[in-house]
């Protein structure tokens, strides 16, 4: 064995170490799952309103925030976002002096004041979330972007122009409680609530400008209305009821509702808007699911939007096995468990587009039990794939969860994220900013990516079979001009070329196919002087590749692992690569913890604690098979 096999040997067992020493009893890994300080800044106005008596935990996130304020006052949703961020700014400041712990005349108040009105003050935020916050707690009109959509449109029928389910599931749970509140005109606004008037440049909200094609829609909307029947006051009644049980229906049995942070808070303040008690069961549940979020860590805490747990425990198992763990190792064993016991078996909002699969699926987070994606569910089917092979009960689960993937392919040969065939484009034209990525899931690079190699590597699938080279199609169709490909839950043109690159290798694209060489070649192209890989989150938003100037854990990782896909023989520039990899196993500095999964494009970005180790572990261990001998 060489020096450099000997030094990846060594970290892959220095890795596995670590992490079968954090396994959970029950046999599921916790790693925070950091969102930036949004879900905290809604998490303190939404306690006070309530007059929720947690004064550790508001103070906890009230020192955590004021801990990410920069120098000239902003707030930032990533290390390199220059100019720093208006709405998160704004959310920080709002929330800062809602806890009580700060107060307006305090030096950091007044640098993030003076940040804020530089950039256009509340009138230029754009963000949605911090819109609907600001609007319902008094700060600000509702903005016409939710106001013109009428709560009618939760009745219009399947085969009207626009329906709500065609809306995607994530879009629907956070629509919902806004259009209640805009139909309503709510807001709740306590007397020693903040006063952010000074925070106004201009003496109105700055309303956006509605483009042409949210005005199309909003006819399409009207000719929906058109055709509803019964008296108005009927039909909004109807619809406020329906809307109502919409959220309360979907509902986790902790009490949030789709087991998101964000659109749990937005349900709570519909909730009021409806007229339900501060002390409802309902609401006391959601605020006790919201708390039960928190993650401490490193001496702060933070509200994740939605624990990882489900997807990191099967990313660690899988990995874990790569590394050489075999089935009948007890780490192994307690994950496989712990995932089967979280594998989904009703019907829920997935099946309205696909009501002919036998439910199969995983979800990302221990909360959520209605609904699975495509991604957590090949997840967990790996974990589990070496024992399907002698266990009854693993075999099953197998089964159910390789059958409801392949329903889940859309009609263009690709794979979506939660819901099949919600890509009316019409709707990615909201006035909504981020709404192209939020209102619909469509087919992407990345989900396609990573279904091919599941279906490749673990299911013994190829181009062959139809759903694989329909999907094979679908990616070779959507490579950028340069090679690179895409990537939505992560970032972004690394992650997308990663998973397009591993799953046409897996599905039996050759390593000399021109599609193939291409994305290989710009993968090299971009590697760093120190032999690593890093992309700044500044792509999601730009829509082409920034670098990010230095390397990261996770997208060096992934580079590496794209490339040992393609490249039978290991070269210099990828033991270059490979020793990066290694020395960055030992750094904890701000590239450590840059956010590399992706959420809503210049809103929401994530620090997965665990990748790190997960991605790292998984390319060390393919480069130890790969080039062993």
Not at 126 to 143: D, E, H, S, V, Y
Not at 168 to 194: C, E, K, N, Q, W
Not at 475 to 490: C, D, T
Not at 608 to 616: D, L
């Amino acid at each position: 064995m060489d020096d450099m096999l000997i030094k990846v040997d060594e970290a892959i067992g220095e890795l596995t170490d670590f992490l079968t020493k954090r396994q959970r009893e029950d046999g599921s890994w916790h790693f925070c799952f950091e969102n930036g300080i949004a879900i905290d800044a809604y998490m303190i106005i939404l306690l006070r309103i309530l007059d929720v008596p947690n004064e550790k935990i508001i103070r906890e996130l009230h020192d955590r925030i004021l801990n990410e304020q920069q120098e000239d006052g902003c707030w930032r949703l990533y290390p390199d976002e220059k100019e720093g961020n208006l709405s998160a700014s704004v959310e920080a400041y709002y929330a800062l002096l809602y806890s009580g712990y700060s107060h307006s005349e305090d030096e950091p108040i007044q640098r993030a004041k003076r940040y804020i009105r530089s950039k256009g003050g509340l009138g230029q935020v754009n963000g949605i979330l911090t819109k609907a916050m600001l609007a319902a707690t008094g700060q600000r009109k509702w903005p016409l972007s939710i106001s013109a959509i009428p709560l009618e449109i939760l009745l219009f029928p399947s085969y009207f122009p626009i329906n709500y389910f065609d809306f995607s599931g994530y879009s629907r749970v956070h629509l919902t409680p806004m259009l209640i509140m805009a139909d309503r005109r709510f807001s709740i606004r306590p007397a020693d609530a903040p006063d952010l008037s000074d925070l106004k440049v201009s003496r109105e909200d700055a309303e956006e400008p509605l483009p042409q094609q949210y005005r199309d829609m909003q006819k399409d909307i009207q000719s929906g209305l058109s055709r509803l029947i019964g008296t108005p006051r009927f039909i909004h009644e109807a619809a406020t009821n329906k809307a109502e049980q919409y959220m309360l229906e979907r509902i986790e049995p902790d009490g949030t509702l789709y087991s998101y942070a964000s659109s749990t808070i937005l349900m709570i303040f519909a909730l009021l808007a409806l007229k339900y008690e501060p002390k409802h069961p309902v609401i006391v549940r959601a605020v006790e699911g919201l708390t039960a979020m928190q993650c401490r860590l490193g001496g702060k805490t933070t509200i994740q939007n939605s624990p990882s747990t489900v997807w990191d425990t099967a990313l660690i198992s899988y990995a874990l096995q790569e590394a050489g763990l075999s089935a009948g190792d007890a780490s192994v064993r307690h994950a496989a468990s712990y995932l089967k016991s979280k594998q989904q078996h009703q019907t829920a909002d997935w099946s309205v587009h696909n009501p002919n699969a036998v439910p199969g699926g995983w979800g990302f987070s221990e909360s959520n039990t209605i609904n699975p994606d495509v991604d957590d569910t090949t997840a967990a089917l790996r974990a589990i794939h070496a024992l399907s092979h002698g266990d009854p009960a693993y075999r099953d689960s197998w089964n159910r969860g390789l059958n409801w993937v392949i329903s889940m392919q859309n009609r263009d040969g690709g794979w979506p994220a939660f819901e099949k065939n919600t890509d009316n484009e019409l709707l990615a034209w909201l006035a909504i900013d981020g709404a192209k990525s939020a209102a619909i899931d469509p087919s992407e690079a990345d989900l396609t990516g990573r279904t091919l190699e599941y279906l490749g590597r673990f299911a013994g699938l190829d181009v062959k079979h139809d759903w694989v080279k329909r999907g094979t199609e679908w990616l070779v169709r959507h490579q950028e001009k340069e090679g690179s490909w895409y990537g939505r839950w992560g970032v972004c043109y690394i992650y997308g070329t990663w998973a397009a690159l591993t799953g046409l290798r897996a599905a039996g694209l050759p390593a000399d196919h021109e599609t193939v060489q291409k994305g290989s070649r710009w993968l090299w192209s971009i590697q760093n002087p120190d032999g690593g890989w890093g992309e700044s989150c500044q792509s999601d938003r730009l829509m082409r590749y920034v670098p990010l100037g230095a390397s990261t854990p996770s997208q060096t990782a992934w580079a590496l692992d794209a490339l040992i896909a393609v490249h039978p023989e290991r070269s210099p520039d990828m033991d270059r690569g490979i020793l990066r990899l290694i020395a960055s196993l030992h750094e904890d500095d701000w590239k450590s913890a840059y956010p590399t999964g992706a959420g809503l494009p210049g809103s929401f970005y994530s620090h997965y604690h665990s990748y790190r180790y997960i991605w790292p572990l998984l390319a060390l261990s393919h480069y130890k098979k790969s080039y062993k001998d």
